[in-house]
């Protein structure tokens, strides 16, 4: 299997999160959550076709800007790394590098500021 292949997602039916939460409450409850977080998603992609325009690269960097003076509160830092498409790659500095909890930070406040310009699809965390 070539790198480029995804793995398709396997989501699970209600019926067996109810089972598997008789079993493991904890692990179908991290599945649920993912599988919500899967589904934003994919909801996002189907969202552009071929033909609709790239974000536009200076209301990226506005939002960016915005989730630094966030970020920046608690020592955290952030700066734009590349568009790439319709993928945002960041990379979080100051406080934020290492920091367990910059992976929620990007999950809620950077996916969310930066993902709401119109053409983004997804951001990720460079090193």
Sequence with gaps: MSMSTKTPIRFYSEEELDALEEQDPLAAAKIAHAQAMAARGLDRQKRYGPDDPL??????GEAVQTVRRILMRDGGDIEL????E??????????CAGCPNAVIDLKQ???RIVGAVPGVVSVSNTF
């Design 55 to 60: 974000p536009d690269p200076e209301a990226v």
């Design 81 to 84: 790394v590349e568009i790439i």
């Design 86 to 95: 319709r993928d945002v790659r960041v990379r979080m500095k100051g406080a």
């Design 109 to 111: 406040v950077v996916e």
